[in-house]
């Protein structure tokens, strides 16, 4: 492989932006997946790029389980999982790397030393907390960072290592903290423009952070994608393109459907409830900073890079019907029934209790009898239902999915309702959502008949589109074709 080359800075042109890059998991696993990221990074482009990687697929659950077991008392078995997540590293590091392997080796080992010493301390305190989460899993970002940085100097691209902490600053809500956006985005723009502006290509782990103080945080998981966002904004990127293993967003997920086919463009909005509903496209909270910045987003694959992938704009013209369908399985549906009448001040009250206890709730219908709430966990319900007794009797059930079919023109359209409830009319819904959002119709269903429901309605809507749907889909620029991949 070559020496760094000059070819970044000669291609420098900040006027008309920079194009933030972000590989998922999936897109570093392995040293096949980083020659090919490599090759993508390395195409000749007339915008500078950031990079923004991904732990390497798996490894983040692998030293969260190695977290557990050190909190579970089992140091040594920890400490194995830990040996084998620094043994891949080596290997894939020692086929992709030249020249520069022993300064990445050692690099390698000073992170697992620390890793160690972190592991011992968590056996110590019989106990995983927030803040030691955050300086485990982060590690995995940390160590994909210098991996790929190197990896890219050895294919002749003039990478820079970027410490994502120097840069992403965040509250202290450790596991799910969130950007400090003007001090994110002066370091942004101190530490990391500078290198694009000598023609540098910046590589910075995703998901990790740090608070002003410097204790490490991360974004929740699967916050890499949000990193990316976070960072385009802060640079004014013209453009964030996601790199995963599939070809973009598809009409639903193809694991429950194999007739999944993907979605040309969606708007900013549309992928946003997509997300919220369940699709693990993006991670939900990844769109406000690029629709902010007004920054396209493209979802792409990086094993199939001249497939176009979905584009995601702030605009898009409606075509009729519904682009995609979606479902979030685990779902529990909490029935609060008042011990006299509704009150007003019941409805407060439970907004006040399942914030108490830090309990999210995922949707919400009312009538004049009762109250119906939907959670994606169950765990805390009986403490809250200890707290509201003597004003409601709080009731709930599990196993439940959620249904949601997503499209500009959902709302407009009461005949996608009829079409929908009769391509499952005998599959029992519990609770419907309709009109809350403009481009989304949900429904409740028992989980173990969401798989078949998704299946009836992605016929009913995408394999034998009505003459006159076809007609308008095939006129219109952005087609009914919708998006969902694996995560990564
Ligand atoms: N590695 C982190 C996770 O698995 C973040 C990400 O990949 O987006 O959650
Ligand atoms: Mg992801």
Known sequence: MNEPSQEGREAADLSCGCVVMKF????????????????LVARPSAQPRVVVVSALARVTDQLMSAGEAAAAGHLDSAREMLQVVHQRHQNVG????????????GEFDAEFTALDSL???????????????DSLLGAGESLSSKLIHSALRSSGVNASLVDAR??????????????LWDETNQRLQSVVLPLLESGQVPVMGGFVGATRDGIPTTLGR????????????????????IWTDVDGILTTDPNLCPEARRVARMSFDEAADLAYFGARVLHPATL??????????????SRNPECPGTEIVAFCEPVDGVKAITTKRGV????VEPVRWFAPELLREVFDVFERHEHSLDLL????GSLALLVSSVSGLPAIAEELKGMANVRWENHKALVCLVGEQVRRRPEIASQAFRAIGDIEVRMICQGASERSISFLVEESRAEEAVQRLHRAFFSNPEPAMERRASLAMCQAEWAWHGAD
Do not use: Y
Request: proline share 4%; glycine share 8%; hydrophobic share 45%.
């Open 166 to 179: 120097e840069c992403i600053v965040t509250d202290a809500a450790h596991t799910r903290a969130t950007p």
């Open 94 to 105: 020692g086929a992709v790397v030249r020249g520069e392997l022993t300064r990445l080796f």
């Open 365 to 368: 219908s009312a009538s004049r």
């Open 288 to 301: 406000a900073p690029a629709m902010r910045g007004n920054i396209p987003v493209w979802v792409l694959n």
């Open 119 to 133: 592991l011992r301390r968590i056996a110590s305190d019989k106990a995983l907390l927030p803040c030691a989460q």
């Open 24 to 39: 998922g998991g999936t897109s570093v696993e392995d040293a096949a997946a980083i020659r090919r990221l490599c090759q």
């Open 222 to 241: 699967g916050g890499s994608d949000f990193s990316a966002s976070i960072v385009a904004a802060g640079l004014h990127a013209s453009r964030i393109e």
């Open 332 to 335: 529990a549906i909490v029935d």
